[in-house]
């Protein structure tokens, strides 16, 4: 992303802006900057922001909902591998099937010594 070229409370430097220069002289234009002007980009800006913030608050619910689904679909997967190896054993071909390592497959554990202190 580029660098942004405004200052992050722009939205609240705006409504200040627009609310002094209706109080000072509401008839007031420079060029074609008039109050109204303003007002259009800051409602512009300010229904952007809000589209910004409900699509990144539907974003986190889908992403609670995909990890609710993704911990019950692991904790079905744990169930079913311990239930194949439960019946079938911690050897058996139809455990590797369902993604075990075979107890044949396995690495013997090495032992560490302890060093003296």
């Known amino acids: 992303m580029s660098k942004k070229l405004f200052p992050t409370d722009v939205l609240n430097q705006g409504k200040r ?3 002094a220069w209706r109080q000072i002289d509401d008839q007031l234009s420079f060029g074609t900057l ?9 409602n512009r800006a300010r229904g952007i922001e809000e589209a910004i913030t409900n699509l ?3 974003l986190t619910n889908m992403r609670n909902q ?3 689904a993704n911990n019950s679909l ?3 997967i744990k169930r079913a591998r311990a239930g194949i190896k439960a019946t079938y054993g ?3 071909s139809q455990y ?4 075990g390592t075979r107890l044949s ?5 090495t032992r560490r010594i302890a060093s003296p202190a």
């Open 56 to 58: 990144e608050n539907q």
């Open 66 to 68: 995909r990890d609710a």
């Open 17 to 19: 802006v627009l609310d």
């Open 96 to 99: 590797e099937m369902v993604g």
């Open 90 to 92: 911690d050897d058996s």
């Open 34 to 42: 008039d109050t109204a002007a303003l007002t259009v980009d800051l």
């Open 74 to 76: 692991w904790d079905k």
């Open 105 to 109: 497959e396995r690495k013997t554990p």
